[in-house]
């Protein structure tokens, strides 16, 4: 409201330095000068003509008692919501191979985002090779003997059959084919233990059990593995081929940013107006005009003591994938209506510390009345004293008539 005044008389300031100027014109080319008023009338009174009124563009508005939103505004940002973003870390040091993606990339599920190169990979590709082949080489060792002991066991049943071999025998070559068989399960058991194992220790870093099928069949070792999108969303995370990366740390980020947070700092005085899923509305400054509407859904339980301001977030529906993270705006947060008389803000001109409007008497006739001003909410200003419902004030010409009034007095 104090900027608005000070805007006023310097508009007025320089409107009445026109005006004086303006009657030192030849007249035949101004419109001809308000009509002074009538001896022993107030001096805040104009009669204008028509085509004054014309030239200055003049309205009127009725007073009237109007029912106004009490509204906070505080500066926000744009951020995703953390609950829908998802950091894709690599538990295994090594070095990015190669970034297939940009920030900012739209990414769907399962998309291949890069590779690492991790030597532990290697190691783990390398001892299960070795396991499995070593496993391998036994089975044939031991299905030849088993072979053996087969055809072993089949000869000795046929001479008991001929009645020329003895039931020992046979049962001896029985125990050694079990004793075959057995070694041969304990090897594919061992096989396929190696090969769990292995897929166990690779999925604790994410590589997913088709390596391990690759490695079985084509008996090669990667020092390499795939980097998927866990989910669908937006990739906002920069990584640059050949840079190292501790186990641990985050290689890169998938945010879903169907959903964003408008985040701002609540003053200390206005704590106990905000409630979480109170109404909200937004403005960002990308998209001048343009408002979103979302809800409050956190409010920070603890002040921050340097600023003496209370973190509080609202969620916005980013269906259209308008809002960006790290946008600026402001958050508008509804947090009363009150009824009152209420004028549009440019009815009202300043003069010195008074308040006056210019009232419609009859016709053309407008009289300058001092008011008492409350609270300005947007566009509109309260009106305590002054004026009452039904009255009708200028509107646009409201500055000009004071100018007059200025001119006026300074002869």
Not at 103 to 125: A, M, N, T, W
Request: glycine share 6%; net charge neutral.
């Amino acid at each position: 409201m104090k900027y608005w005044h000070k805007q006023n008389q310097i508009a007025l300031l320089a409107l009445a330095v026109s005006l004086s100027l303006s009657g030192c014109q030849n007249q035949t080319t101004e419109p001809a000068a308000a009509t002074l008023p009538a001896q022993g009338c107030a001096p805040s009174q104009f009669d204008l003509s028509d085509m004054q009124a014309q030239m200055m563009h003049l309205t009127t508005i009725p007073v009237e008692s109007r029912v106004l939103p009490v509204q906070l505004n505080i500066p926000a940002v744009v951020q995703a919501n953390p609950i829908m973003t998802i950091p894709v870390t690599s538990l295994l040091p090594g070095r990015v191979e190669e970034v297939l993606v940009q920030p900012g990339d739209q990414v769907k599920h399962g998309r291949l985002l890069g590779s690492l190169r991790s030597d532990e990979v290697g190691q783990i590709e390398s001892e299960l090779l070795t396991k499995v082949m070593e496993s391998e080489a036994e089975r044939k060792q031991v299905q030849v003997k088993m072979q053996l002991a087969q055809k072993i066991y089949e000869r000795r049943k046929v001479l008991i059959d001929e009645k020329i071999g003895s039931r020992a025998e046979l049962e001896v070559a029985e125990n050694e084919l079990e004793q075959e068989k057995a070694a041969l399960r304990a090897i594919e058991d061992r096989h396929i233990a190696h090969i769990e194992a292995a897929v166990q220790r690779l999925k604790l870093f994410g590589i997913e059990r088709k390596e391990v099928d690759r490695v079985l069949k084509t008996k090669e070792i990667h020092y390499l593995f795939e980097i998927r999108a866990p989910r669908t969303g937006d990739y906002n995370k920069r990584r640059r081929s050949g840079e190292m990366i501790e186990g641990g740390k985050a290689l890169f980020e998938v945010a879903d940013l169907s959903q964003v947070y408008l985040t701002a700092q609540l003053s200390e005085k206005d704590i106990s107006l905000v409630k979480r899923g109170m109404p909200v509305t937004a403005t960002v400054d990308s998209y001048p005009g343009k408002t979103f509407s979302g809800t409050m859904t956190y409010i920070s339980s603890t002040v921050e003591p340097e600023t003496r301001t209370l973190p509080v977030k609202a969620t916005f529906d980013n269906s259209q994938a308008l809002l960006k993270p790290e946008m600026f705006g402001d958050l508008t947060i509804e947090t009363a209506k009150i009824r009152a008389l209420f004028l549009p803000t440019k009815c009202v001109q300043q003069i010195g510390e008074s308040a006056v409007v210019y009232v419609v008497k009859h016709d053309k006739t407008f009289a300058e009345t001092k008011v008492e001003t409350g609270r300005t909410l947007g566009e509109f200003v309260e009106i305590k004293n002054g004026l009452k419902s039904g009255d009708v004030v200028a509107e646009e010409g409201s500055l000009k008539l004071l100018g007059m009034a200025l001119q006026r007095l300074s002869k």
